[in-house]
C-alpha cells in the first residue's frame, strides 16, 4: 500500500495561488490513479481532481475546472495540484488519494493523505 504526504497548504488571498505537492512511497506509485479530495468544515468530503498512472488523463469537479491543474511525476512519485485564481470557498482541508482506476467519489480510494489546510481569504 502506498503512503502519501501531503504539503503546501497555507494562507491566501482570493483570486491568488497555492501548489500543492503529494509525495508518496513505494515502488508502485506509478500504477496508481491519483486524486486531490477536500473537507470544508461542517461539510462532505467531494472530489476535487484525478489523474490516471500515465498522467494522460485528467477529471475536474465543475467547481475548480479552468483554475486549478492536477499533474504529476512518476519519476519523483509525485502529484501536484497547481491552484488558481482562488476563491474563499475553495477554503478547506485537502486531502491526497491513490486508487487502483479513477475515481470521483470517496468510495475505491486505497490510501489517505492527511491533509493540508488551504485558506483563502476575501
Known amino acids: 500500500q502506498v503512503q502519501l504526504v501531503e504539503s503546501g497548504g497555507g494562507l491566501v488571498q482570493a483570486g491568488g495561488s497555492l501548489r500543492l505537492s503529494c509525495a508518496a512511497s513505494?515502488?508502485?506509485?506509478?500504477?496508481?490513479?491519483m486524486g486531490w479530495f477536500r473537507q470544508a468544515p461542517g461539510k462532505e468530503r467531494e472530489f476535487v481532481a484525478a489523474?490516471?498512472?500515465?498522467?494522460?488523463?485528467?477529471y475536474y469537479a465543475d467547481s475548480v475546472k479552468g483554475r486549478f491543474t492536477i499533474s504529476r511525476d512518476n519519476a519523483k512519485n509525485t502529484v501536484y495540484l497547481q491552484m488558481n485564481s482562488l476563491k474563499p470557498e475553495d477554503t478547506a482541508v485537502y486531502y491526497c488519494?491513490?486508487?487502483?482506476?479513477?475515481?470521483?467519489?470517496?468510495?475505491?480510494?486505497?490510501?489517505w493523505g492527511q491533509g493540508t489546510q488551504v485558506t483563502v481569504s476575501s
Open positions: 488519494a491513490a486508487s487502483i482506476v479513477v475515481v470521483t467519489t470517496t468510495q475505491g480510494i486505497r490510501s
Open positions: 513505494g515502488r508502485t506509485f506509478s500504477s496508481y490513479s
Open positions: 489523474i490516471s498512472w500515465s498522467g494522460g488523463n485528467t
